[in-house]
Nanobody, 122 residues
Framework: QVQLVESGGGLVQPGGSLRLSCAAS????????MGWYRQASGKERELVAG???????NYADSVQGRFTISRDNAKRTMYLQMNSLKPEDTAVYYC????????????????WGKGTLVTVSS
């Protein structure tokens, strides 16, 4: 049983900052790539940022320079520092991860968290 639990969402004014966290727990041998996705009301889910097990990152054009993704492998936790937030950043933010499983790390599965709501409004 593997769980991804997001936290840190909330209401923030335009120009403000939030830090999201995603903690992985359960029968985990290791964690490969991780990412943050978001889904605004009436829109499709989209990739916000991704990070490899080695720390290589990629960002959506819309958040480049404002958001920073990071991870602490020892804590099995991923973060998303969001600065200069805009109303169009309002969405439910989801954590996603490829979890390596099995006693020998013989296979992996993809998991999603349940999401945390970020609302940017004055």
């Amino acid at each position: 049983q593997v769980q991804l639990v997001e936290s840190g969402g909330g209401l923030v004014q335009p120009g403000g900052s939030l830090r999201l966290s995603c903690a992985a727990s359960g029968s985990i041998f290791g964690i490969n790539g991780m990412g943050w996705y978001r889904q605004a009301s009436g829109k499709e889910r989209e990739l916000v940022a991704g990070i490899s097990s080695g720390g290589r990152t990629n960002y959506a054009d819309s958040v480049q320079g404002r958001f920073t993704i990071s991870r602490d492998n020892a804590k099995r936790t991923m973060y998303l520092q969001m600065n200069s937030l805009k109303p169009e950043d309002t969405a439910v933010y989801y954590c996603n991860a490829d979890i390596v499983m099995g006693s020998m790390g013989s296979y992996f599965m993809n998991f999603w968290g349940k999401g945390t709501l970020v609302t940017v409004s004055s």
